[in-house]
């Protein structure tokens, strides 16, 4: 059958972001990002209508089968506008910036990120989701645009003036002038603030919609360790357990949903994330390190189970997400009506998946569809609780629960799938490098650290241009779009972890070299702080820096993190004296909300100690070399850097990367552990029970 011919072809043709390409044949006359659109702007005398969305955004899907595929919307932006489409996943500088504005003049934001500008970038008009025709006092596209076309003919000059006091704003907010020590009771602060947040029925931080927010439990546990509130550590294992029972949890195919949409983890927005995984991989690691809780242990793995199904490349690098719709409608991949149970399952299943599942006769879950008498699978309580109540052994239970969810898998994998964002981001697959070298080094699971390998090889063979330099987006052979200040924390935070799960030397080099890099060409030499953007970036408006820590930690935060573990890791204090630097440059900011950056305070909580840096030396694949590094994985040692010195003979430039080695040969032909602080080293220990006695013993004085 011969292919029919696409009505419209815009000037989205080439472009690789599949978010772009999904807008190529809309009658709107889009641009990329660039000066092209600029220029005719400019030469027609023409507002910009920016739209900034991702491929697996609901609402932008929404508002493109609404506006931007209709003929009439269409005629009205090609007149009045020059259009352009941007996918916030590949230019995060140009989304965080024009979110700023969004933020500054409605006060609050979201995607699809609707904006109106001059000719020069300059915003003055800013919205998120709008309808094609007015509703309930919301103005549609087919009245707003002619408002717009109006205010722009004929108020140009205030047009200016709006412009203007809105890049003043957006100046002032990324100018951080402060400069300070925090002060002690910090962690004190922001443990209250987030315990006033918490939500003691149902876990989690605030009111709906509610997000799983991993960074703020990364905080906790550290805080834990630090002051023994168990109160810290009730949060933590209260709201793990409520994610994973809920229904933002996929428990047919694993892997987290993107938000709950309630504040009872049950209606999820359907969006899968690869950072939400990353991040929720490493989280439910660190929780099961330190409650040694299975239920933290099989969580993790299952999302990595998800994650190797689903979300990863066969040349080793990870997609971005998996969109919420399958058909157009949201959630209907995931949802299940009784009825449809009843016929896949036999009786014994069918009743104890209504039971377990908390299935009903009129379901859970109405969509904008109106798909009534579906359901969102979850559950109320966990197996342990359900097989006291039922009344059989709970192993039993979970291999019965086991068999139940394979036949509904396979039934669900015959369904039109969600769309898949097959591109590879650098600062995600960074995020995922670090999850998976996580959870193969505290779960001995070579299959994990040997996926964070080959991705890692992954960027270093295909994300780098010809100066060497670190590139943002790959997908279908090609590399692009310039790293920035997330690309190159992200990954150097997977390095680490990394270097940490095999002790490959050339890890923790690259590590020290991109960061070198980062440092040259990100740090604020006027009032310190990484930009977003390298001082050799195309110049947008202004070059942003921020500290808050929202659905994925701040740039500034992780770098503080890979700072301190960097000095730690090669006993080079120009990474100590940086992060100095940078743990002072925002101290106003944070102490003003400290909750509000969660992941820099945790990262802070390493660099105030006290902080130990413990020295394997020994034979690196010797049976009391490998258990003395495995006993150690398994502890939960927030404030610990492991660094691997081979015994003499073996090939090794880690003398080169950490000179302090040279002098820490092994003890006796054993495996031996030094414990260091500030340059200071102990005894050679050769027992793990030791080590572990000492660290104790230290953190109490």
């Keep these: 059958m011969e292919k029919k011919k696409a009505l419209f072809v815009n000037h989205l043709e080439g472009e690789s972001s599949p978010y772009l390409i999904s807008h190529l044949h809309n009658p709107v006359d889009w641009y990329p990002w660039g000066e092209e659109a600029f220029k005719k702007a400019r030469e027609e005398n023409k507002p910009v209508f920016l739209s900034v969305g991702y491929a697996t955004c609901h609402w932008c899907h929404v508002m493109a089968r609404e506006s931007f595929e209709n003929p009439e919307v269409a005629r009205l932006m090609n007149e009045t506008f020059v259009s352009i489409k941007v996918d916030r996943e590949e230019r995060p500088d140009i989304d965080k910036m024009y979110m700023s504005v969004c933020q500054l003049i409605t006060g609050s934001g979201g995607w699809p990120l609707t904006i109106v500008m001059t000719p020069k970038g300059e915003p003055f008009f800013a919205a998120t989701y709008i309808p094609r025709k007015s509703r309930f006092g919301m103005k549609g596209m087919l009245d707003l645009i002619p408002r717009i076309r109006e205010i722009w003919e004929k108020e140009k000059e205030e047009v200016s003036r709006t412009a203007l006091r809105i890049i003043e704003a957006l100046k002032e907010l990324s100018t951080n002038k402060n400069k300070g020590a925090l002060p002690e009771n910090i962690f004190r602060e922001a443990l209250n603030q987030t315990s006033r947040m918490y939500d003691r029925q149902s876990g989690g931080f605030g009111k709906a919609p509610k997000f799983p927010a991993p960074h703020i439990f990364l905080f906790l546990l550290r805080i834990w360790k630090r002051t023994n509130d168990n109160e810290a550590l009730r949060m933590i294992t209260h709201s793990l357990v409520k994610m994973r029972s809920g229904g933002i949890y996929d428990q047919i195919g694993f892997g987290f949903h993107r938000y709950s949409t309630d504040t009872n983890w049950l209606v999820p927005h359907f969006e899968k994330m690869l950072y939400d995984q990353a991040l929720l991989t490493f989280t439910y690691t660190e929780a099961y390190q330190a409650t040694k809780n299975e239920f933290f242990k099989d969580t993790a793995e299952e999302i990595i189970e998800y994650v190797f199904r689903t979300l990863t490349d066969q040349q080793g690098g990870f997609y971005s997400a998996e969109d919420a719709e399958s058909e157009g409608v949201e959630g209907k991949f995931y949802v299940w009506?009784?009825?449809?149970?009843?016929?896949?399952?036999?009786?014994?299943?069918?009743?104890?998946?209504?039971?377990?599942?908390?299935?009903?006769?009129?379901?859970?879950?109405?969509?904008?569809?109106?798909?009534?008498?579906?359901?969102?699978?979850?559950?109320?309580?966990?197996?342990?609780?359900?097989?006291?109540?039922?009344?059989?052994?709970?192993e039993k239970l979970r291999m019965h629960l086991e068999n139940l969810r394979q036949k509904l898998f396979r039934k669900r994998e015959k369904r039109i799938h969600p769309h898949k964002d097959d591109k590879i981001l650098l600062d995600w697959n960074g995020l995922m490098i670090a999850a998976l070298a996580k959870a193969g080094r505290v779960f001995k699971q070579d299959a994990y650290v040997n996926a964070a390998e080959k991705a890692t090889r992954f960027v270093l063979e295909n994300m780098q241009d010809k100066k060497g330099r670190l590139l943002h987006r790959y997908r279908n052979g090609s590399s692009g779009i310039e790293a920035q200040l997330d690309d190159y924390v992200f990954f150097t935070w997977g390095l680490l972890e990394l270097y940490e799960a095999i002790f490959k030397e050339e890890y923790l080099a690259f590590a020290c070299s991109i960061t070198d890099d980062l440092i040259n060409r990100f740090w604020d030499e006027q009032f310190g702080g990484f930009y977003f953007t390298s001082k050799d970036a195309h110049e947008l408006l202004v070059r942003q820096k921020d500290i808050y820590d929202g659905a994925l930690p701040s740039g500034n935060s992780v770098a503080l993190f890979n700072l301190v573990r960097l000095s730690m890791l090669t006993f080079d204090y120009r990474y100590l004296e940086k992060a100095s630097e940078l743990g002072a440059c925002f101290s106003e900011d944070i102490m003003r909300a400290p909750s509000g950056s969660s992941f820099f305070l945790a990262a802070y909580d390493l660099a105030l100690g006290p902080s130990y840096e413990i020295i394997v030396s020994g034979k690196r694949r010797a049976g009391d070399t490998e258990e003395m590094l495995l006993t150690l994985a398994s502890e939960y040692l927030p404030h610990v850097t492991i660094l691997f010195h081979p015994e003499n003979g073996e090939k090794s430039h880690i003398r080169s990367i950490s000179e302090f080695t040279k002098n820490l040969p092994p003890f006796g032909g054993a495996a031996a552990a030094y414990i260091c602080q500030s340059g200071a080293c102990t005894l050679p220990a050769t027992r793990t029970e030791e080590i572990l006695k000492t660290l104790d013993a230290s953190r109490k004085l």
């Design 337 to 394: 009506a009784k009825t449809e149970l009843k016929e896949i399952l036999d009786e014994e299943d069918f009743d104890l998946a209504c039971n377990i599942f908390n299935v009903k006769e009129k379901g859970n879950f109405i969509s904008e569809e109106k798909m009534t008498g579906t359901s969102i699978l979850h559950l109320d309580e966990t197996l342990d609780v359900q097989a006291k109540k039922l009344q059989i052994p709970e």
